[in-house]
């Protein structure tokens, strides 16, 4: 009786992702990069290079047994480097991704169950928001706030939540008309109880897919900022950082660069497939094409 | 004194023809009055798109009536303070016509059922729990449905939940929206019997909007026919279905139900027509085979024909009956 149960949906979803070869090993490889991350001190070869410590007499050697990506312009080993800027990488990707779910889903969900002047007021603030390039607007917040990992995580998060609440808002547009708000309406529930006990569950699905998409964009977009300076600092192994300052060499010694982009590529094909799969999967449309349950 | 009473409610929508277009006026309720006693049942019968279930959410305060009151003991809805509103809410409850789409697939029955209790009570776990158990029993669930979400129970159970949601606060009235249509002949049986059951149990007043007048014949003391936003004929069960007087009504009783959605859509896109280009006079002339000169120009109004039995009609008030 108290066996946990599944609802019907993530047992399908479940179903259906264990099906899609690709949404497989994009998820394969994200889980990959995760435990690598986690466990990053114990399996780096060499954990106090990872940080940054330079070994002079070890400079721009190249792939080998002992350094299997080579070593950098500080004889650091690229390998251990590489494996610790997966930890910055996810950790900025998550964490852009839910502070701008955090701050864009409630007040989404809010302008679009309310409606009105709260609604007006709100979605002209977004507006407002999205009315600059993001990643330029981003560039202008860092400077503002002073470059550093910290600063640009925040402000992509700030440039970020706007599209998250125009998400939101157009699931509880939708959702507000289904009879079971009207129920609670009836029973006399606040509206703020029902936004966040009946709304926020059954708006959640396409906020999933749309962060797992925009975590590879986060991903990206930090590297971007490290890469023009504005986001980690030396020696932090941030990739974007990595690939900045290894893109001189790029024809003399090719694994100082080479290595950290493949690991940007790689995480961030991977958020975007198993993002795409999400979509499919989730959506009851592509789900009949997908066969019978 | 009625449970309720409505005087004169009408809700009245604009619509744009086109971005510059003229607003035209649509009346989806207008100027309706009835009342209901503690402990009856009113049948509200009418094609869909109506406007039953416009009177019905104006009773239920989900929309304001454009003009009119309606007065809940004596006391008008749009001038209580907070807590007789809160007061309200317990006592008027609904239940939708389908089940699926009424219970929020997110949450499990335990929740469900809940919800009204915890919003209007202060109550301890083990307290809810008998509460809950008590409540699924008098709908003829047990406590193993308490876990289960809805897509896990069949239809009928699920509008058994649905009316235990309903009952879970005492209420003195509710309305039911349609609760059997969208279930199996077999099960929509076993749903009626429940609800007259829980009728004399608790002496609850019931609202039964409803396009099928086999099923409201079943179930209600009084009923109205409504007729593009307008009633056309009020009066207790078996003068309506023994001798209905309005046109519309006889139609209605001919009429058998419509499996055909095209025909649904025909009808509502009708309605909505005949809404549009009135222009004074009686709704139903169009549709009419009785229609008079006097229906084109004048509204009928609401006469009481037989003792508590009213219609709106000009060929049965004044028409010769062959």
Redesign the interface.
């Known amino acids: 009786m108290n066996k946990l149960t599944l609802s019907k949906e993530t047992k399908i979803t479940l179903k259906l992702i264990k099906r899609d070869k690709l949404a497989m090993l994009s998820l394969l490889i994200i889980t990959f990069f995760i435990i690598v991350s986690i466990f990053a001190p114990f399996i780096v070869p060499y954990p106090s290079q990872g940080e940054g410590l330079p070994v002079p007499e070890k400079r721009f050697l190249p792939p080998s047994f002992e350094n299997p990506f080579g070593t950098d312009y500080l004889g650091r080993d690229v390998l251990s480097r590489v494996i610790f800027g997966a930890r910055i990488s996810l950790f900025v990707g998550i964490f852009v991704v839910c502070v701008a779910i955090i701050i864009g889903v409630p007040l989404g969900l809010i302008a679009g169950y309310f409606g009105g002047k709260v609604d007006d007021v709100l979605m002209r603030i977004t507006d407002v928001f999205l009315s600059f390039p993001s990643l330029l607007f981003a560039i202008a917040l860092v400077a503002t706030l002073g470059p550093g990992l910290f600063n640009a995580m925040i402000s992509l998060s700030i440039t970020w939540w706007p599209w998250y609440a125009r998400l939101a808002r157009a699931q509880a547009v939708t959702i507000k008309e289904q009879p079971y708000i009207l129920a609670s309406q009836v029973i006399g529930v606040k509206g703020l109880t029902i936004v966040f006990r009946h709304l926020l569950p059954n708006a959640l699905t396409p906020i999933i897919v749309q962060g797992t998409m925009d975590m590879s964009s986060a991903i990206l977009a930090e590297a971007g900022l490290s890469f023009i300076g504005l986001g980690a600092q030396a020696p932090s192994p941030e990739w974007g950082l990595m690939v900045s300052t290894g893109r001189i060499y790029l024809l003399n010694y090719w694994w100082f660069p080479v290595f950290p982009g493949l690991a940007i590529f790689l995480v961030a094909l991977a958020f975007n497939l198993f993002g795409d799969s999400l979509r499919d999967v989730l959506d009851p449309k592509s789900r009949k094409a997908g066969g019978q349950m | 004194m009625p449970l309720i009473e409505a005087k004169n409610v009408s809700k009245h929508y604009y619509k744009r023809k086109g971005f510059f277009g003229k607003k035209e006026l649509i009346k989806a309720v207008d100027n309706v009055s009835f009342s209901i006693e503690k402990g009856t049942t009113l049948g509200l019968v009418g094609e869909t798109g109506c406007g039953k279930t416009t009177l019905a959410k104006c009773l ?1 305060r ?1 929309i304001n009536p454009t003009s009119g009151a309606i007065l809940f003991k004596g006391k008008d809805l749009s001038k209580m303070k907070s807590e007789e ?2 007061d309200y ?2 006592s ?3 239940v ?3 089940p699926f ?7 499990t029955i335990r929740n469900i059922i809940s ?2 209790i915890i ?2 009570k202060k109550i301890n776990k083990t307290e809810l729990e008998t509460e809950l158990v008590r409540l699924l029993k008098v709908v003829g669930l047990n406590e ?1 449905h308490l ?3 809805p ?2 129970l069949s239809g009928g159970q699920n509008q058994r939940v ?1 009316i235990a ?1 309903a009952i879970a ?1 005492n209420p003195e009235l509710i309305i039911l929206d349609e609760p059997t249509s969208a279930l199996d002949v077999s099960v929509q049986a076993t749903i009626l019997n429940l609800l007259n059951e829980l009728q004399k149990q608790f002496n609850l007043s019931y609202i039964f909007i409803s396009h099928d007048l086999g099923v409201v014949r079943f179930i209600s003391d009084y009923i109205i026919v409504m007729y593009s936003g307008k009633f056309v004929e009020m009066g207790p069960s078996e003068d309506i279905l023994g001798q209905p007087l309005h046109p519309y009504t006889k139609m209605l009783l001919l009429a058998l139900p419509l499996p055909d959605p095209k025909k649904k859509i025909e009808l509502i896109q009708h309605q909505m027509k005949a809404l549009e280009d009135w222009r004074g006079g009686c709704v139903f002339l169009q549709k009419c085979p009785y229609g008079m000169e006097l229906c084109k120009k004048e509204e009928p109004e609401m006469v009481e024909v037989r003792e508590k039995h009213f219609v709106a009609c000009y060929y049965t008030i004044k028409g010769d009956r062959r």
């Open positions: 239920l989900l509103l809160d809410h317990r008027v409850q609904i939708f016509q389908n789409t009424s219970l929020n697939p997110r949450m919800e009204p919003t209007h193993t876990s289960r979400y897509h896990e649905a949601r606060l």
